[in-house]
């Protein structure tokens, strides 16, 4: 291989040189909040002179040759290693059977839908049998179209995020009712028309669905992107999602889009995940930037210990002030190796909430607990979901007050009086939403009978254990019966308890019931006198 040529010095006063061209680029990124500021026209005098210094301001610098992917060889053998890869590794997955073998293009189209919106914050394991019945409850857009929300919240329960659902139908409604069943054919067209579709769900319907060379940014191709191009900047950014937006629609395969796409997420999935990647099994290795960073920095530390003089920087490494290098508060952590990359900002601290939530119950017709649940409304977090009745509590709220506080609310939702002193602790259920801390305070209610509520007030109804499983109802609530459950365990154990130690007491110490068996001890032990 040549010897790389070195660049010619800049001559002395001519220009900014790169490092100050850098320096330009990250002040202007400053001060707009990460996305580089548009270029404001300089006011022109008549005589054509800038009225801001005269000569023009220096552009920003494209970033350096480490963060791009500028060689067509070095793009077509990633293309290819990529590709053999996943044909040979790729996990058998029911959508991708369904998107290679459904003729029909808005039924295809329909299968890679249903379980992109599935797989947004939720791992593949869990999708799998929810995507299985849905498909067989739903086949395609008409039948979604047709059911009820109530029906899409059933399925849906436990899977989470769960305005997903409500959404995936609404789009599906727009479709049969506004496109005559016809899926829109282009990734710009799906996002534009189709509520919930943003470009990432767009991009990857039309690739896999359709064959359109367009690329797609997940979590999963940020990781690979990052590591592959050394982008240590927050990669949540706008400027560094911008640049693997431009990436990764310059990697992708323009014969087999869809497979290069999903290859590439499955890569992040598979091999080059969060923590412990697995390095040597990943198959475009000899592409990745941070792998050659670890490579150069093991190398340094060998110099630096048998007292060789340092490594010569590499012409391709940032000199400084580049927007998508690690910032400078943020240094090389050489015990994380290649996960240095990507980096992120701190996780904003989720909301604490306090709820308290009462199990009504009463004895079924056959003697089986039931209990009511109520339906939330149709908008906000857990949006028609059904739940225990349920008051946010204000913050810092004692517990006594917490006690009185549902009491008087069901008391205003039952419309008959329910003292305080006769509701249940059980406990409290912890239960963490993306971006909620939420903690439940939990209580019981035994009922001898019906109950008439307020026609205006929720939806409600009684429900047996079994229905109540098979309801919308979250997991959280699931977390609560549990609890409830658990605790009449324990009463019931305790009452059983205490019977066989007063059925014990009164038969004696040295009585024996007809029939059973003396122990040896007994059996040996001398006669009493009489």
Same mark, same amino acid.
Request: proline letters at 8%; glycine letters at 8%.
């Given at each position: ?215 797609? =940014? ?5 990781? @690979? !992107?990052? +590591?592959?191009? &050394?982008? $240590? %900047? ?117 909301? =604490? ?5 009462? @199990? !009504?119950? +009463?004895?079924? &017709?056959? $003697? %089986? ?162």
């Amino acid at each position: 291989m040549a010897p790389r040529r070195p660049r010619d010095p800049a001559p002395a006063a001519s220009g900014p040189d790169m490092s100050q061209l850098r320096a330009v680029a990250a002040r202007g990124l400053r001060r707009s909040g990460g996305r580089a500021a548009p270029q404001q026209p300089a006011r022109q005098s008549r005589k054509g002179a800038s009225l801001r210094g005269g000569a023009p301001a220096p552009l920003p610098a494209p970033p350096p040759a480490q963060h791009l992917f500028s060689d067509p060889a070095e793009i077509e053998a990633l293309r290819g290693n990529l590709l053999a890869w996943y044909d040979r590794c790729k996990r058998d997955l029911p959508w991708r059977t369904l998107a290679a073998t459904e003729l029909d293009a808005d039924r295809r189209a329909y299968a890679v839908w249903v379980s992109e919106i599935m797989l947004q914050q939720t791992q593949v394991a869990t999708v799998i049998d929810y995507y299985n019945r849905w498909m067989q409850k739903w086949p395609t857009l008409q039948a979604l179209a047709q059911a009820s929300l109530e029906e899409v919240n059933e399925l849906w329960a436990g899977l989470g995020y769960y305005s997903r659902g409500k959404r995936l139908q609404e789009a599906a409604r727009k479709v049969v009712s506004e496109l005559a069943g016809r899926m829109p054919r282009t990734a710009e067209d799906l996002q534009k028309l189709l509520p919930g579709v943003g470009r990432y769900t767009a991009g990857a319907i039309a690739s896999i669905s359709y064959g359109q060379a367009t690329g797609v =940014v997940d979590g999963n191709v940020i990781r @690979v !992107l990052c +590591r592959l191009r &050394c982008i $240590g %900047a927050d990669s949540s950014s706008p400027l560094v999602v911008d640049r693997l937006w431009d990436m990764a629609n310059a990697l992708v395969d323009r014969s087999r889009p869809g497979d290069f796409n999903q290859a590439l997420m499955e890569l992040g999935a598979t091999v080059c995940v969060p923590k412990a990647p697995l390095c040597g099994e990943c198959p475009v290795k000899q592409h990745c930037r941070a792998r050659r960073r670890v490579e150069k920095e093991l190398a340094f530390a060998s110099q630096k210990l048998f007292g060789k003089p340092t490594l010569v920087p590499d012409v391709e490494d940032c000199v400084g002030g580049c927007p998508l290098c690690p910032p400078a508060t943020e240094p090389w952590d050489s015990s994380l190796g290649v996960t240095n990359f990507p980096r992120k900002a701190a996780k904003k601290q989720p909301r =604490v909430v306090k709820t308290a939530t009462c @199990v !009504l119950e +009463r004895r079924g &017709c056959h $003697g %089986a607990p039931e209990y009511l649940i109520v339906q939330r409304p149709n908008s906000g977090l857990l949006a028609g979901l059904w739940e225990f009745p349920s008051l946010l509590l204000a913050q810092g709220l004692q517990e006594e007050k917490q006690q009185e506080a549902l009491a008087d609310h069901l008391q205003a939702w039952m419309g008959w009086p329910v003292a305080a002193r006769d509701l249940q602790f059980v406990g409290e259920v912890v239960h963490i939403f993306s971006h909620i801390h939420q903690t439940y305070v939990v209580y019981s209610l035994p009922l001898d009978g019906d109950v008439t509520l307020d026609p205006a007030s929720s939806p409600s109804r009684w429900v047996t254990e079994e229905e109540f499983h098979a309801s919308a109802v979250s997991t959280a609530m699931k977390k609560v019966l549990k609890a409830r459950e658990k605790q009449r365990g324990k009463e019931s154990s305790s009452v059983t308890g205490s019977k066989r130690k007063r059925g014990a007491k009164s038969q004696g110490a040295g009585s024996t019931s007809p029939g059973t068996q003396l122990s040896l001890r007994a059996f040996l032990r001398a006669p009493t006198a009489l």
